[in-house]
Each structure stands twice: as C-alpha cells, then as structure tokens.
C-alpha cells in the first residue's frame, strides 16, 4: 500500500474530501496535495508531517507499512513551487481580467440590441401616426395646416430616429469587434496557460528523473544521465548521425 491509498482510506473513512484535508492541514496547498495524491509529485517529509497532523496521527504511523518512497530536497521543491504558483497567479489574473472585460462588452452588445429594437419600435409607432394623420388632413380640410405642420414634425423625428439606428447600428458593430478582439485575447491567454502548464510539467518531471538518477548511481550516474539529455536535446548536423542510444 502507499501512502496516498492509505490517506485515501483514511479520508473515506472519515467521509472528507480532499479540501477539507487541505484546510486542517496547515501549510499544504489544496493543489499540492491534489497532484500528490494524483502520483504527480513525490512526497516529501513536511508533506507526511502536514497531513498527519491533520489526520491526528504521527508521520510515523502514517508512513508505517507503506511501499511510497519518501523525498528530500524541500527548499529546492519550494523554490519551484513558489515560481510556478507566481506564475500560474499571474494567468488567472490575466484570465480573471480577460474574462471581465468579454462580460462587459457582452452587457453592452445587449444594451445595444434592446435599445435598437425599442427604437426600432418607436420608429414603427410614428409611422402609424403619421399615416393616421394623413387620414385625418383627408377628413378635416380645415385642420389641413396643423396637420402639414405636424406632419413635417414626424417626419423631422423619424429622419433624427433613423439617424440616429444608423450610429448604434456603427456602434453595435463596432462592439462586435471588440468581442471578436477580446475573445481572441482571451484564447491566446488560455492557450499559454496550457503550453506554460505543459513546460512546468517537463520541468518537474525531468527534475523527478534526475533524483531518481543520482539516488541510484550517484554522481557519475546522474553527469552521465544530464549528458544524455543534453545529448538527447542538442540538434545532430545536418548530414550527421546520432549517436543511438541502447
């Protein structure tokens, strides 16, 4: 058994879930404790001690009887983490903003869009007035100038309305852009979250592989595995063969 089946177990049992663990254990982020469960990361000594103190127990006990290697290095692993959270901050802030500014141009486009229909109405309703004075100037010949006279003020109105759907229509395509903008921007941030993501992944992984190297060979094993990545990662000449490895 491992240590992360045996928290598991411990967890059902106590029918809590991985935050609620994260919360009583002092000093272990939620995310860090998630990808060590996972087997994304290794754990560490401050990580048992940490999750046995909320648990009520001792890293001893914990730890007893299990198959899950245990790690050192801590100020080296802080240091990563302390980048790579700075820098996953950093996007979600970016996110969080990009995101804000979509629902802000969203609010506006439907602002927008009701105030063209409501004009687009009111258009309507003055149309049917002015076809009802029509009528009247036909059965009133004495209202005849009163009625040219409010006739040419409807058509003043409908000309000012018409002018004015014109400039929100400009606006209203306008704001269409700016989404179109916005939410380009806000792919391109997702899409370097992921790639960032994916390069702190490699990061971590091939630093899990170079402890595992020196913890088994040593220092001559681990010169002679950081050569063969480099080796593995330096482009051959272009005509040349690379050296395959066994």
């Given at each position: ?87 996953h901050g950093a996007l979600v802030g ?153």
């Amino acid at each position: 058994m491992t240590i992360s089946e045996r928290v598991r177990q411990l967890l059902k049992d106590r029918d809590w879930s991985q935050a609620q663990l994260a919360h009583q254990a002092s000093g272990l982020d939620q995310s860090v404790l998630s990808r060590i469960l996972a087997g994304e990361r290794p754990w560490r000594k401050e990580h048992i001690a940490c999750v046995a103190a909320a648990l009520s127990t001792t890293p001893e006990e914990l730890a007893k009887d299990t198959d899950t290697p245990v790690a050192d290095g801590g100020e080296l692993d802080a240091e990563f983490v302390a980048t790579l959270t700075k820098a996953h901050g950093a996007l979600v802030g970016e996110n969080a903003r990009i995101a804000e500014e979509l629902a802000a141009a969203k609010l506006k486009l439907k602002q927008l869009g009701d105030e063209q229909q409501k004009l687009s109405q009111q258009n309507s309703d003055l149309q049917l007035s002015l076809d009802r004075e029509k009528r009247s100037r036909a059965t009133a010949e004495s209202e005849k100038r009163a009625t040219e006279v409010r006739e040419a003020e409807l058509a003043r109105q409908v000309s000012a309305l018409k002018t004015e759907r014109s400039t929100l229509t400009v606006d209203l395509d306008a704001t269409r852009r700016q989404v179109a903008v916005v939410q380009a921007a806000h792919a391109k941030a997702v899409e370097a979250a992921n790639r960032n993501y994916a390069i702190a992944k490699d990061l971590e992984q091939r630093l899990s592989t170079a402890k595992g190297v020196a913890t088994a060979t040593g220092l001559f094993g681990l010169a002679m595995f950081v050569g063969n990545v480099l080796s593995d990662d330096t482009p051959a000449p272009r005509g040349g063969n690379r050296r395959r490895r066994a």
